[in-house]
Structure formats: C-alpha cells, structure tokens
C-alpha cells in the first residue's frame, strides 16, 4: 500500500507521468519565452507610440447616453490632458444611473460590455463602482491637469506621481499578456518624464467639493 503510494512520487513515476511532466514543463518554457517576446514587442511599440490614452465608463444619462472620461498623454511635448463626454453632473439627475464596476480601455477601442451590463444594480455592490466621491475624485484630477499644478507638472509636463494619479482611476492599458499594446508600464519606463514635482493627495490641494 505504502509502495503504491509512493509510485505517486517523481522517483516512482511511470513512464506516461514523465512524459506529460516533460511536456507541461516544455509548454511552461514555451509560454514564458512567448510572454518575454510580447514584453519586448509592447516596449518597442510604446517607443514608436506618438500617444498614450484612454477612458472609463461612468454611467448612463437620464436619456440612455453612455457617459466617460477620458485621459490622454501625447509624447513629443508631454502634453497631458482630461476631459468628460459629457458634464459630470448630469449623472446626479434622476433617471441616471452609475456604472456598478469598473469598466475602461483605449481611447480608440469599444467596450465589450453592453450599457445595461454595466449599470445593472449588483446584489452587493462592487468596490469599484462609480459613486459620487469618484466623479469628484476625477473632477479634481481634471482640474489640476488643467491648471497644471505646481505639485504634480514640472515646466508643463506631468511627473510620474500625476500620472500614477490619473491612469489609477482611469485606464491603465490592456495587460492580456497576449496583447502587444503599451500599458502604462511601458509609457513610464519609456517616456521622457520630468524629474522634480512633489508627492501630494490631490483631495488635500483645496476644499471640497468641487462642482461637477
């Protein structure tokens, strides 16, 4: 009994156990080297890349129009800027409804998640859903990348920590480790981000609330 047991065991094990061993640890090197290829491949495209953006789901008006934010980052000049399809404030109204998770991707991409989807009320409700105190957290981001604040931009161009920032609560690149697209790990380690700026909590910069 003890003996059969043990066969169990890579010193006891049949032939047919070696072999699928072998193979699973064939197809292991494999799917390592292959992810190693795509690591490379989305550093040489964020290099050629002239923009980086995207943009989350926040809800849907009274009138059934899908509302986002968008962020987007343009290499040559480290431009940065956010901006809303639509006022925030409209998803206060009665009617309106809140998306019950996260949902982002690129700028140019479609969700594939259907409107109904993403705001239909969960059983419990998910840590990322949009709430009021988020739209007010992007709200400020908005506001201080306009302003370009002291903090967070050096000579007009966003530090890493303003980046952080923004792609936290927004969009930080597809990380399907078959997809060759740049995620915001390449963009920082790629881009010519400025040294300098100041860490700070951008709910501290001024009173709230903001008006969305």
Known sequence: MVI?????????SSKNTREVSHVSATEHNTSSDAYVKVLAKRKENSVKASE??????LGLTPKGKQVFVKYRLTKDDMKLKIWFSHKPSILLREGSKLANNRYDCGLN??????????????????????TLQTLHWIKRLELLTEMEYKSGFVKGKPTRGMFHNIIGVIYTGNWDTSSVKPTTREILDNWNFPEGGEYFLPESTWSYPDEL
């Open 4 to 12: 059969d047991q043990l066969r169990g065991g890579k010193a006891f």
């Open 109 to 130: 991409e479609s969700l594939s998640n259907s409107p109904e989807q993403m705001t239909r009320k969960l059983q419990k409700p998910h840590a990322q859903q949009v």
């Open 52 to 57: 980086f953006g995207g943009k989350r789901f």
